[in-house]
């Protein structure tokens, strides 16, 4: 049993019966009191003229004639006197009438009026109409109708009603089916594709919806499933990735300890196997280093803390530590900050990002080359650029630099070192201030990082 296809119907169905209640209610008693009062307006203006006949050409054969007027009719008729002594009736001399006329004796009516006005309990609905004449004489019309016409006439109101809804509910259920239809089966679809993606099963397919909330959530769980698979896979070609690149200096470390180990190897051959495997240990603590950095940045609670600070003396701190692993290399590195102004960034990040690419630059670059790192400010943007006569990078792979392990040389890993991460590492750090990144590149002639933040 579908659950929200439950939750639906009962709520539409009793929704609506309440509200078709209520209107029926309303209707049903509008009908019949409109009806009883035409019924009541009907006896009243029969009456009325009765009495006014009656007052114009008071005589036996009058009230003869008005009797006889009644005689076949569903309304009945008696002519009394001022005591309300039966004169003559319709139905002649009769014991409820006289009973009746008993217990109007002791009331005084001095106009037209209805006296009995329980049509649902009594057999007769009547009014009564005083007459005076000239002489002096007096007395009173009373009118009689039947209850029983307008208790037929109720009672069919009350089957039709109970028809129509008996109706509303066939067609209230008819409602339901279309609308389990076409709005709790999409759903309940929508349901078995969360599941699917629960189970780690991201090939999920949903049908098209149309272009309203329901389209929009289907669009969205596809959306999702398709994010999800794409994770799935970059996170397989992570593994993939990083598992190759411990395997590669966990490999040097293990063979070179071995043969260096050797007892029958001079100093000179057991330094330089020992120099191979302290390369090989600086490099794979880069690379858990990086490592670690990345697992930081994609926790959702990572932030980085602004706070300002002087241009000059930050990047003059950097450039005086970078400038010793320059010199040994024999690359030039220059800093340019012409003027003091105040950076408003995380200090630990920037630090960061900047020798990340300094780093890069002096991986890449040859001896002889010249690295600039530039600082400047406009319209309240600090501008980093880190500038290199290194190897460049292709056009074609200037869209994947940023990309988490991507290197492109591959096959010089061993010449240039560098995990592929490091830039990766800067572009999710200079988005976190809110900042950008670009590059350009020209193979064989350098690069030219720039940081906007």
């Not at 539409?12 to 209107?23: C, G, K």
């Not at 030039?332 to 630059?361: G, S, T």
């Not at 943007?381 to 991507?406: A, P, S, W, Y």
Request: charged letters at 25%; glycine letters at 6%.
């Amino acid at each position: 049993m579908n659950k929200i296809s439950i939750k639906l119907a009962t709520y539409f169905i009793v929704t609506v019966l309440i509200m078709e209640s209520m209107l029926m209610l309303y209707l049903h008693q509008t009908i019949v009191h409109t009806r009883i009062n035409e019924e009541f307006s009907q006896l009243m203006l029969k009456g009325s003229n009765h009495r006014d006949v009656l007052e114009d050409n008071f005589s036996e054969d009058t009230m003869r004639h008005i009797v006889l007027m009644e005689y076949n009719s569903e309304r009945r008729v008696a002519i009394t006197d001022d005591r309300f002594k039966l004169v003559i009736s319709s139905d002649g001399s009769s014991t409820n009438l006289e009973t009746i006329l008993g217990r109007l004796s002791k009331e005084k009516f001095i106009e037209d009026q209805i006296i009995e006005k329980n049509w649902d309990d009594e057999k007769f609905i009547s009014s009564i109409h005083p007459y005076k004449i000239k002489d002096g004489q007096s007395g009173y019309v009373i009118m009689f109708q039947g209850t029983e016409n307008i208790q037929f006439l109720v009672n069919k109101l009350n089957f039709h009603f109970l028809l129509a809804g008996l109706a509303s509910l066939v067609t209230l259920c008819i409602a339901y089916l279309i609308l389990s239809r076409y709005l709790t089966r999409p759903l309940i679809r929508m349901k078995e594709a969360t599941k699917k993606l629960s189970r780690g099963d991201f090939n999920v397919k949903l049908p098209p919806q149309g272009k309203d909330e329901l389209g929009d959530l289907s669009n969205a769980i596809q959306l999702l499933a398709s994010d999800l698979e794409r994770i799935k896979k970059d996170r397989i070609e992570f593994l993939a990735s990083i598992s190759h690149e411990l395997r590669t200096p966990l490999t040097y470390l293990s063979g070179y300890s071995k043969v260096a180990m050797r007892s029958e190897l001079n100093v000179d051959e057991r330094q330089k196997y020992l120099s191979i495997i302290d390369e090989e240990s600086i490099r794979l603590t880069e690379l858990v280093k990086n490592l670690f950095d990345m697992a930081k940045m994609d926790e959702p609670s990572f932030t980085v803390s602004k706070q300002p600070f002087q241009a000059f003396a930050f990047f003059s701190h950097l450039y005086e530590r970078m400038l010793p692993s320059f010199n040994i290399k024999g690359i030039e590195l220059e800093m340019k900050c012409d003027e003091n102004f105040e950076v408003y960034a995380d200090p630990l990040r920037l630090e960061q990002i900047v020798m990340n690419l300094l780093d890069n630059a002096l991986k890449y670059s040859p001896e002889g080359a010249k690295t600039i790192l530039a600082i400047t400010q406009n319209n309240e943007k600090t501008m980093i650029q880190v500038i290199d006569q290194g190897i460049g990078i292709d056009k074609k792979d200037l869209k994947n630099i940023f990309e988490r392990l991507f290197r492109v040389e591959k096959s010089r890993s061993r010449e240039y070192g560098g995990s592929g991460l490091g830039l990766s590492i800067v572009k999710e750090l200079t988005e976190a201030h809110g900042g950008i990144i670009e590059v350009e590149s020209e193979l064989g002639e350098g690069s030219q990082f720039t940081i906007i933040l």
